[in-house]
């Protein structure tokens, strides 16, 4: 999924007042957590995953393969928190996405 300049940091503005909702521990990446971050972004389109300090995964890999596997865009990474977005495909769930495509 690419992203425009505008449209990042619109997703950015949006994402601030998030707090993470997904967090990744010591089991690292798993096919639940996974599952867990899918089904978030298919219902809140943007959503902040975090990086807990007993983790061995590194930002940008979690990075990489989010988007790989489940097709979304990390819109941003601060230290140990991503900034993750997937337009939703259900109708009743776009808000975010209805702005981003006015944008492009």
Excluded: W
Excluded at 31 to 41: H, I, M, P, T, W
């Amino acid at each position: 999924m690419e992203l425009r300049g505008k449209q990042k940091r619109f997703l950015r503005s949006q994402a601030h007042h998030l707090t993470p909702i997904v967090q990744i521990g010591k089991s690292g990446l798993s096919e639940n957590l996974l599952d867990q971050v899918d089904d978030n972004l298919e219902r809140r389109e943007l959503i902040k995953v975090t990086l807990l300090q007993n983790t061995d995964e590194n930002a940008e890999e979690v990075a990489a393969i989010l988007e790989e596997t489940l097709h979304c865009a990390v819109v941003q990474i601060i230290g140990r928190v991503l900034v993750v977005y997937r337009p939703s495909s259900k109708a009743k769930f776009q808000k975010i996405s209805l702005q981003v495509k006015v944008m492009s």
